[in-house]
């Protein structure tokens, strides 16, 4: 049966579900946390999402975020596509990590705030903490002023001002709103859902180039930056240049242009094992590696002029 068409209105916040599939789970470490909340952090960097709230389980992730650039399949298909690439590959695992689709639900305004203590009191209601505060891989500490601004990414100012009028500081008065809805049982604190009502935002999108023409492209201009001949960078050599410019291509591709791995894979000539180890490497990097970060940062401003061009 085909997929239903999923609404993707980039002027209402959404509230996006994603669960564990059976017998694995989302995030084993602390750092694979840390490596979801840097994919998110990217995104809003990239002016594609605005991220209200987030709370990640084990087993479940819950956003309250609203689409900007790009509509929110599309979004979440990089984020979670990237999250699952690199758990994989450490775990030297395949298949999906999420039980099918996302859920996602487009709500009014008005229900933001409900919607977002609802996600901060997720780990209360499951029974990972007593207290919202002393859960750790939540946006409730940042909404609280802790965390020494490791959640910076986070758009906080639309609820903390709803709390500006009341006789205590914002932060304290939306502290004692949350918790006085601690005990109720799960919800989404969502009243007025427009999933199904609003119309998808009509967008202008000029013609794309094929895909292989992208790949060839950007194989193009990374030979140029890192000086590898371009016959060779398709070779069997090993040798560390061309493995480097292996990795910026694959990283770029598959993280930044939305590329699978089966695509790179093709046009590289390796497998799909290699590439996928490549983006590994280089997603690391990217966090890691300035001089890595520069080389990835000029050439994704020029794959935004390859692509608009």
């Known amino acids: 049966m085909p997929r239903g068409l999923r609404n993707q209105s980039r002027l209402l916040p959404h509230l996006v579900i994603a669960k564990a599939a059976s ?68 775990l030297q695992r395949q298949g999906s990590l999420f039980r099918g689709r996302y859920k996602s639900t487009a709500f009014a305004e008005v229900d933001l705030c409900s919607a ?57 008065s939306f502290a004692k709103y949350v918790e006085a809805a601690a005990l109720d049982s799960d919800d989404t604190g969502i009243t007025q ?41 398709r070779s069997a050599s090993r040798r560390q240049d061309l493995v480097m410019a292996r990795r910026l291509m694959a990283t770029i591709a598959v993280l930044a242009a939305n590329q699978s791995v089966t695509e790179v894979a093709k046009f590289l000539r390796r497998d799909k094992a290699q590439i996928s180890r490549l983006v590994s ?10 001089p890595f970060r520069v080389l990835y940062d000029s050439v994704w401003q020029e794959r935004k002029r390859i692509t608009e061009s």
Do not use: W
Not at 128 to 151: D, I, M, N, P, V
């Open 23 to 90: 017998e694995t789970l989302l995030f084993y470490r602390d750092d694979d946390y840390d490596a979801y909340l840097r994919l998110l952090r990217q995104l809003v960097r990239d002016r594609f999402i605005i991220v209200y709230a987030f709370c990640l389980l084990r087993d479940e992730i819950r956003l309250i975020v609203k689409p900007t650039r790009l509509g929110l399949g599309r979004v979440i298909q990089r984020l979670h596509g990237s999250h699952t690439l690199r758990i994989n590959s450490r």
């Open 116 to 172: 977002v203590r609802s996600v901060h009191l997720l780990p209360v209601r499951s029974g990972y903490t007593r207290h919202a505060e002393a859960f750790t891989y939540s946006s409730h500490s940042t909404y609280l002023g802790q965390g020494e601004g490791q959640h910076d990414f986070i758009q906080i100012h639309p609820i903390l001002d709803v709390f500006k009028g009341s006789s205590q500081f914002p932060q304290k």
């Open 193 to 233: 859902s427009v999933s199904e009502a609003v119309d998808e935002v009509p967008v202008m999108v000029k013609p794309r180039r094929g895909r292989k023409s992208f790949l060839a492209s950007l194989a193009e201009r990374i030979s140029l930056l890192l000086s590898v001949n371009l016959a060779n960078l």
């Open 281 to 290: 490497q280089g997603m690391d990097l990217v966090e890691a590696d300035e």
